[in-house]
C-alpha cells in the first residue's frame, strides 16, 4: 500500500445464525489526492478469471438492470450482464452476455424496443403497431422459417413466443455496426 | 472505449440484427404498457440451440418488470 498498490478484502456478513453468508469483495486503494478509500469491486477477477462481486451462500446474487430509461427492469447474476460493447448498447436496444460455448462468450439475450423487420428489398419496414402484427411479419418473411406463436407470461405481462431459424436460400442484407475495443463477444 | 465501424451482409432476422445458417433463436414480443416511450419489445434468445442457453435466460426473463406510465 505505500506509496502505491492496492489491497482486496473479502468481506463476510452473517445472518440467520450464519444460515445466511454473503459474500462481497472490497479493495482498498490510494485515490488520486493519495487517499486510502475502500472500492466495491463489481467486476473482480480471480486467479482463473471473472469471479461474481456479490454471493450468498456461494451463489451470484443477482443485479438490476435497466432498459428504456428504467422502463423495463430485470435481473441478471454473474456471469451474465449488459454487453459493453457499443454495437449492444443503444437506446432500443440492449444485449445480455454470458453464455459459454466451447471456449466462447456468446451474447445470451437482446432487447429490442420497436423493432423492424426487414422487407423483400433489404428495406426497413415500418415499425409494427403491436407484438401480434411483428409475430405475423416474421413468419410472413419468405427468408425465415417460424413456429406459430404461443402465447406465455413474461414479467407478468402477456406475450407471444416464436423459434425461428433461417429458411433454405435466404437472401442476405448489407449491415454495418460500431464495435468496441473492449469486451466484444463472439456473437 | 474505442468504437469504430465494421459491416458486413448477411441475412437479418430484424433490423441490425443478423442471423447465421443453422442458428435458432427464440423470440418473445410483448406490447408494453401505455405511457412507454416503446409499443412493442422483442426479447430474442439468441442461440436457443445452445444447452444452457434457455434455462439461463429463464430467471432474467422471470425477473422482469415494467414501470412505464
Given at each position: 500500500m505505500w506509496p502505491s498498490g492496492w489491497m482486496r478484502f473479502e468481506v463476510r456478513l452473517f445472518a440467520k445464525n450464519g444460515e445466511t453468508v454473503v459474500e462481497q469483495l472490497f479493495s482498498l486503494e490510494r485515490g488520486g489526492a493519495g487517499r486510502l478509500r475502500l472500492v466495491y469491486d463489481f467486476q473482480p477477477t480471480g486467479p482463473a478469471g471473472p469471479v461474481p462481486a456479490t454471493t450468498e451462500n456461494g451463489k451470484a446474487v443477482p443485479v438490476e438492470y435497466g432498459f428504456l430509461d428504467g422502463e423495463v427492469t430485470y435481473r441478471a447474476a454473474y456471469p451474465f450482464e449488459p454487453s459493453l460493447d457499443a454495437w449492444d448498447r443503444g437506446p432500443n436496444r440492449t444485449a445480455i452476455v454470458g453464455l459459454r460455448f466451447h471456449k466462447r462468450i456468446l451474447r445470451l439475450l437482446l432487447f429490442l424496443a420497436d423493432p423492424r423487420p426487414i422487407g423483400p428489398g433489404c428495406e426497413e419496414a415500418p415499425a409494427p403497431a403491436d407484438a401480434e402484427a411483428l409475430a405475423r411479419s416474421i413468419r410472413t418473411d419468405p427468408d425465415l422459417e417460424a413456429t406459430a406463436p404461443v402465447a406465455v407470461t413474461i414479467g407478468g405481462a402477456p406475450a407471444l413466443q416464436i423459434d425461428v431459424m433461417l429458411a433454405p436460400g435466404a437472401s442476405s442484407c448489407a449491415w454495418s455496426r460500431p464495435i468496441s475495443l473492449a469486451r466484444a463477444p463472439s456473437s | 472505449m474505442v468504437a469504430t465501424d465494421i459491416s458486413g451482409t448477411s441475412p437479418l432476422l430484424l433490423k441490425q440484427a443478423p442471423i447465421l445458417e443453422e442458428q435458432r433463436v427464440r423470440l418473445s414480443l410483448l406490447d408494453l404498457p401505455?405511457?412507454?416511450?416503446?409499443r412493442v419489445l422483442a426479447i430474442v434468445i439468441l442461440h436457443a440451440d445452445v444447452e444452457g442457453a434457455l434455462e439461463s435466460a429463464a430467471p432474467i426473463l422471470d425477473s422482469l418488470e415494467f414501470h412505464a406510465g
Open positions: - | 401505455g405511457g412507454s416511450v416503446a
